[in-house]
């Protein structure tokens, strides 16, 4: 079946301006997790979701940073004025439930310039 | 709070030769430890887990790791790599709601 995709792969943008980023997670997957990864470090969490609701937003760096999964599927990753030190990738991942294996996606790399 | 600590950033190795890449893990609560896999260009890909039971695990692709609680460790071997094992390995703990706690990650580099 197919796994988690992400859209765009990468997205390039300028200082200020607005981007989102989508996630598809596999069918049937309730928990969706959103992680970025700085050059050289680890994926850090920012947000998961159970169903449509954010269960868990700790790690959403400021309020510039949103994400919604309005149908409890496809999930938006929404930054805005964008800043140089957002570049990074940034990783989805789905599991069946809250204690299941996590799927990550190919991720989207931005790139604010 | 839970925390992961990968201490070498990259580790070279001749091909056939055996690896061993370490970590260890802070955690106050049930340990869940988890070793991931990151090819070039690619999403992270898992290789084991620990959760309970034997504390010797078998993964995919000839990994294994031994989770060692008296030593807080975790760490990943293969008695034989090969050049595709070249890529990136993060060790992970589970935290509250799920989420991962990732390690800064050691790049395995396979030279033939």
């Known amino acids: 079946g197919a796994g988690v995709s992400q859209t765009p792969s990468n997205k390039v943008t300028e200082k200020g301006k607005y981007v989102e980023l989508r996630c598809d997670p596999i069918?049937?997957?309730?928990?969706l997790y959103w992680y970025r990864q700085s050059l050289g470090q680890g994926p850090e969490f920012l947000i998961y979701?159970?169903?449509?609701?954010?269960?868990?937003d700790s790690g959403l760096p400021n309020d510039r940073f949103f994400a919604v999964r309005p149908e409890g599927s496809v999930s938006t990753l929404k930054i805005q004025r964008t800043e140089r030190g957002d570049s990074a990738m940034y990783l989805c991942?789905?599991?069946?439930?809250?204690?299941?294996?996590?799927?990550f996606g190919p991720g989207t790399r931005l790139t604010v310039l | 709070a839970q925390s992961v600590t990968q201490l070498d950033s990259q580790v070279p190795v001749f091909e056939e030769a055996p690896v061993e890449l370490r970590c260890n893990y802070s955690?106050?609560?049930?340990?869940?430890l988890f070793w991931y896999v990151q090819y070039p260009n690619q999403g992270l890909q898992l290789l084991l887990k620990?959760?309970?039971?034997?504390?010797l695990v078998k993964g995919i692709n000839g990994f294994e790791a031994e989770f060692n609680k008296s030593q807080t460790s975790f760490h990943l071997r293969k008695p034989s790599v090969h050049i595709s094992d070249t890529a990136e390995y993060f060790c992970?703990?589970?935290?509250?709601?799920?989420?991962?706690?990732f390690g800064t990650g050691t790049l395995l580099a396979v030279q033939p």
């Open positions: 069918s049937g997957h309730t928990a």
């Open positions: 992970a703990v589970r935290g509250a709601t799920n989420k991962l706690i």
């Open positions: 979701f159970q169903g449509t609701g954010a269960a868990d």
């Open positions: 955690s106050s609560v049930s340990v869940y």
């Open positions: 620990y959760l309970s039971g034997s504390t």
């Open positions: 991942a789905s599991s069946r439930g809250t204690n299941n294996e996590q799927f």
